[in-house]
């Protein structure tokens, strides 16, 4: 990142601030970055991205001499003859009061002739800049009237924004015709969206940055953008922090809200407050308009346990406001938090029941106590009722997690859910002539009772051995373990393959194979009744050829039928037929010739 990157995120430190925590710099970062802004200084360039940088990063604070001087001395340095080099020299000289640098009549109206409505923005916003650092009148009108016509030859959002900055260095300036050249709202449009909490443009640091300074240099009247899209812009420049936790109780008992720069920084003198604190499950109103107070870390905090507040969720929206210090997009920033409370369980009762007993006789049990060993049968069930208490203010809640746990001496684990009703009472009830088949597997004996109660919201759960039960369920299933049942050895498959048909008589195959051989017999026999013979076969090379290669066919076909697959075979045929077609041709042309 350059000096001009650096320096426009440093300048809006005193800007824009947020309360939601995203990041911030550490210590060891920010003096890695501040680093870079330590004399000397190579160019005009650096000095002037330095100083702005430093001034922003004290908050207005003064900046370490060596800094100034080196900074001075490249101020004296300036080209007069390039507007640019003008600007760092005006601007970085306005930043240090001791620096005294003359700039002659002729520069000054060189810098005056660049506002023309030929010069682009950046030219534009330079020769205002310095006319406003020497402290020099500029014609306000003449200025918008050549934003309008720079504007308009190229409206990106970093000139726009430029001409913006420009507008607002003016006294008194007609901004009504520049905003409707610059729609502010049309710009925030183009920006990129990153997981629907960030606005930039381009992914450019310096843009975005531009863009927020301009929109924030305007009155708030003149802003036509949503606080939302607004926050999303300054989110991708800006961080601050909540800092009690989002879980608050008794021992942590208030609301604590650093709000800081980039650099981890408080920002001073704000006016906190919480509009509302609302309960998230049934949006009743616990205070609103509340103050925060500051303490002496600058941390802005609201004693919340002082209402008492339930056990629960709750939504703050949160405001904050300063006469110094421009806060935009803060309006109402949520959160929710969450109370924690102890309990105690009370009214604790259990005991066994027979199957059809209607009303049974139930012991009374104290929390964290022991009951007495008790023994069940398939005839049997098992109930406990118990309530949960708020230490707090003493109401009953219900939390989301009841069960009970019995474990057996040889490991075995087996949960149920206990349910409350209207009366926020807690019962559980097994039948264990059903459970004790299903869920324990009839497996008899000794098991240790538990009691299991947890919420988000409770800071004391309860993991409670509250007694110990004989179970009598019959004869145990043989079960595996889970681990067994996974990797024991499983039986061995015998896979039997199809058998084949059964093969015909051999009379059947003898007569087959006869009427296979039948053509070739034929064939002789009516090579004989026409007078086939080879009296004129002449042993001339093609004529041998030509047979040999009839008999290398059928050669070719046995072993086909014998050993060779069919693609093997055609690779042969393939040079066997040829060589028997091309001399088959030519003895065949020998006979008709002959005739």
């Not at 000054?108 to 030219?123: A, N, P």
């Not at 929710?336 to 369980?345: D, E, G, P, Q, S």
């Not at 022991?370 to 406990?384: F, G, H, L, N, Y």
Request: with cysteine; proline share 3%; hydrophobic share 40%.
């Amino acid at each position: 990142m350059n000096f001009k990157c650096l320096s426009t995120l440093l300048a809006l430190v005193g800007i824009a601030n947020a309360v939601q925590l995203d990041s911030v710099l550490t210590t060891e970062n920010s003096k890695q970055l501040l680093s870079k802004f330590k004399a000397p200084y190579k160019t005009l360039e650096d000095a002037h991205y330095s100083i702005v940088g430093l001034k922003s990063y004290q908050q207005g604070g003064a900046v370490a001499s060596a800094e100034n001087e080196a900074a001075c001395k490249l101020v004296k340095t300036v080209d007069t003859k390039s507007l640019t080099s003008i600007f760092y020299a005006a601007t970085t000289q306005a930043e240090i009061p001791a620096c005294k640098h003359e700039f002659n009549s002729e520069t000054l109206e060189f810098v005056k002739g660049k506002i023309s409505e030929t010069s682009d923005v950046k030219t534009i916003y330079e020769a205002v800049s310095i006319l406003k650092s020497l402290g020099k009148p500029v014609d306000s009108d003449e200025v918008i009237s050549v934003l309008l016509a720079a504007v308009k030859a190229d409206n990106s959002v970093l000139a726009s924004s430029l001409a913006l900055l420009t507008a607002s260095q003016l006294s008194k300036p007609n901004l009504s015709s520049l905003l409707k050249s610059v729609d502010v709202e049309d710009m925030a449009a183009q920006a990129d969206e990153l997981s629907e909490r960030y606005l930039h443009f381009d992914n450019d640091l310096a843009v975005t940055a531009t863009f927020l300074s301009a929109a924030m240099s305007l009155p708030a009247k003149s802003l036509p953008i949503s606080n939302v899209s607004f926050s999303k812009v300054k989110t991708f420049l800006r961080i601050s922090q909540l800092i009690s936790g989002t879980s608050l109780s008794e021992a942590n008992p208030s609301i604590k809200v650093s709000i800081l720069n980039v650099f981890g920084q408080p920002i001073p003198n704000l006016s906190v407050k919480a509009e509302s604190i609302i309960r998230a499950s049934d949006n009743e109103v616990l205070t609103s308009n509340a103050a925060f107070k500051v303490d002496e870390k600058m941390n802005y905090q609201l004693l919340f346990w002082k209402n008492k507040p339930k056990s629960g969720f709750y939504d703050v929206t949160l405001a904050a406001s300063s006469p110094k210090v421009t806060l935009v997009g803060v309006s109402e920033v949520e959160f929710r938090v969450k109370i924690t409370t102890k309990i105690a369980l009370t009214n604790l009762e259990i005991g066994t029941a027979e199957k059809d007993q209607v009303t049974p006789t139930l012991n009374s049990l104290t929390y964290g106590g022991k009951t007495e060993s008790m023994s069940a049968d398939t005839q049997q069930r098992i109930i406990m009722k118990f309530q949960v208490q708020d230490t707090t203010d003493k109401s009953l809640i219900t939390p989301h997690q009841a069960f009970v746990r019995f474990v057996s001496s040889t490991g075995q684990e087996i949960i149920f859910v206990a349910e409350h009703d209207k009366t926020s009472t807690y019962k559980f009830e097994i039948d264990l002539a059903t459970a004790g088949r299903e869920q324990f597997n009839s497996a008899s004996g000794k098991y240790s009772m538990h009691l299991i109660v947890g919420d988000a919201t409770i800071s004391n759960p309860v993991f409670w051995k509250f007694g110990d039960i004989n179970l009598k369920l019959g004869e145990a299933k043989k079960s595996k373990s889970s681990f067994e049942s996974h990797y024991s050895a499983k039986p061995e498959i015998q896979h039997t393959f199809r058998l084949p048909e059964e093969r015909p008589p051999v009379f059947v195959s003898q007569a087959f194979t006869a009427a296979c051989l039948l053509p070739i017999v034929l064939l002789f026999i009516f090579w004989a009744k026409v007078g086939a013979n080879l009296g004129k076969l002449k042993l001339a090379p093609k004529n041998i050829i030509f047979h040999a290669g009839l008999i290398g066919i059928f050669v070719l076909y046995y072993f086909c039928w014998k050993s060779l697959d069919m693609f093997t075979t055609v690779q042969y045929l393939f040079g066997v037929g040829a060589v028997t077609f091309v001399f088959g041709n030519s003895v065949l042309s020998d006979i008709a010739n002959n005739r």
